[in-house]
């Protein structure tokens, strides 16, 4: 043990010397190494077990270390695993042939799905679409979306501290008031407000001094609205179900292309196939990544319908990166694409999902700090507050978030820890991504562990009884 421990004193004593702290690892105030996986868990040094409630953001739906996807990633090294994205091979065909078939079967409409390699840049490869389609420069956004961290994708991120270092370089989005019922941007409740939102959307289109639109020829200055369908980074927000249904109409009416962000919630988070599903329209273009390989090879990518994308429309070198639709991606892919075909699975997705928030439902009457508790297949959020039931209490998410990476949880007579992740607007919300395979058990296992780092930071402690 003291061996492991020196070992990890040394590379965490690299780390600071040697790591950019550009990247997140810094969020948290003590670093971890983790070095195993299986399933549902992560291990770190000492072999220790934590149960990850988040899988890599939604990018290990199907579990660590996945046998199948394994499997197929083994057999792809063999076989073909290094070739340029000038040449074809077989996987990259029958993967965008199999997400142009599911796609359509969601939306029934056509078309062909161009590949990158990491999200952001799959977002900007639909800047770079809609921009060459519609000539227009123009997008609108909701306060609360995440769509990467590249110059481009930031303009359409609503955080201004994600531009704030580096300024624009493409054009800032204007960002409209997500459907956040639980703190609704206009002061109402969704029992009466008849889609008051919606309203106030439609009136920037009512004169031409509302900026948005020629009112003489009826011509939109905006090319497209990106959307999450549920908003991921901004705290697994769910809509109202008319919601999207009454925007789109809107967009239509003035030729706005709406486009479908589905990076966390694609790939059966929500128990649809894509969660744009559940809301009764159809995207123009829709962008994914994450999951598509179960978190190995990164490859992204977008769809969009044919008369955006075929050959005349985007024709060769329209965008290009070296890694895009690399082999052992595409490869990790299909597999995925063939795992998510058993019918069985939006049932246990759906199953486990209402499950675990019932659960989460009984613990919120413990414990006057969660304040809302809602999810959508295996997307589940907490928002935590102050014993108010409103007031944002980032300051216990933290201590929770913290004291379950600290391992020190207990199950069975053996110590875990817990892997959460925070989001929201007020980073007051845990966001719930666990693998599609969690157990009955492990859904067990994380009420035991919430239930006690609730009780830890929440319940007063006892005074002790003074001795005589
Ligand atoms: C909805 C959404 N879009 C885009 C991205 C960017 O993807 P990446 O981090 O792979 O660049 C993310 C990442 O979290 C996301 O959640």
Not at 279 to 306: C, H, Q, R, Y
């Amino acid at each position: 043990m003291i061996k492991v421990k020196e070992s990890e004193k040394r590379l965490l004593a690299e780390e600071s010397r040697y790591c950019s702290y550009g990247d997140t690892a810094h969020y948290l105030k003590n670093s971890k190494i983790f070095s195993g996986c299986d399933g549902s868990f992560l291990y770190d040094y000492y072999k220790r077990p934590y149960l990850d409630l988040q899988m890599w953001y939604s990018a290990v739906n199907l579990g660590y270390k996945n046998e199948r996807v394994n499997h197929a990633v083994r057999n792809q090294m063999d076989r073909l695993p290094q070739l340029a994205s000038q040449y074809l091979h077989r996987e990259k065909i029958e993967l965008a042939a199999s997400l142009s078939k599911q796609t359509q079967k969601s939306f029934k409409a056509k078309g062909r799905v161009h590949f990158n390699v990491g999200g952001s840049q799959a977002i900007e490869d639909s800047i770079k679409l809609i921009r060459k389609t519609t000539g227009k420069t123009q997008f609108f956004a909701f306060q609360g979306g995440y769509h990467g961290r590249t110059i481009g994708a930031s303009e359409i991120t609503s955080s201004y501290r994600y531009r704030k270092p580096y300024g624009h370089f493409s054009n800032r989005a204007q960002f409209i008031p997500y459907p956040y019922c639980f703190r609704c941007h206009y002061g109402k409740h969704f029992d009466s407000c008849k889609y008051y939102c919606v309203d106030q959307f439609a009136k920037l289109f009512e004169t031409e001094y509302n900026s948005i639109v020629d009112t003489k020829t009826g011509e939109c200055e905006f090319a497209a609205f990106y959307i999450e369908p549920i908003q991921g980074t901004g705290g697994y927000i769910i809509p109202p179900p008319d919601y999207f249904r009454k925007i789109k109409k809107i967009l239509d009416y003035f030729k706005i292309y709406l486009v479908d962000d589905e990076m966390q919630m694609g790939f059966y988070r929500t128990g649809r196939f894509w969660g744009l599903e559940h809301f009764g329209i159809e995207p123009d273009v829709l962008v994914f990544g994450k999951s598509l390989t179960n978190g190995m090879n990164p490859l992204s990518g977008l769809w969009a319908k044919e008369a955006l994308v075929k050959p005349e429309a985007f024709p060769p070198g329209s965008t290009h990166s070296t890694f895009s639709s690399n082999p052992m991606g595409t490869a990790a892919g299909l597999e995925v694409m063939k795992i998510l075909q058993d019918k069985t699975l939006a049932n246990r997705i759906n199953n486990s999902g209402k499950r675990f928030v019932s659960m989460l439902k009984k613990l919120q009457k413990k414990y006057k700090e969660i304040a809302d508790v809602t999810g959508i297949g295996l997307a589940i959020r907490i928002e935590v507050c102050q014993k108010d039931g409103i007031t944002p209490n980032r300051h216990l998410v933290d201590e929770i978030f913290q004291a379950g990476l600290d391992g020190g949880l207990e199950y069975k007579g053996k110590k875990y820890g817990l892997v959460l992740d925070v989001g929201g607007y007020f980073k007051n919300a845990f966001t719930l991504a666990p693998s599609f395979y969690i157990t009955e058990e492990e859904i067990g296992m994380a009420y035991k562990f919430l239930d006690e780092l609730f009780s830890r930071f929440t319940v007063p402690k006892r005074r002790p009884v003074q001795k005589i």
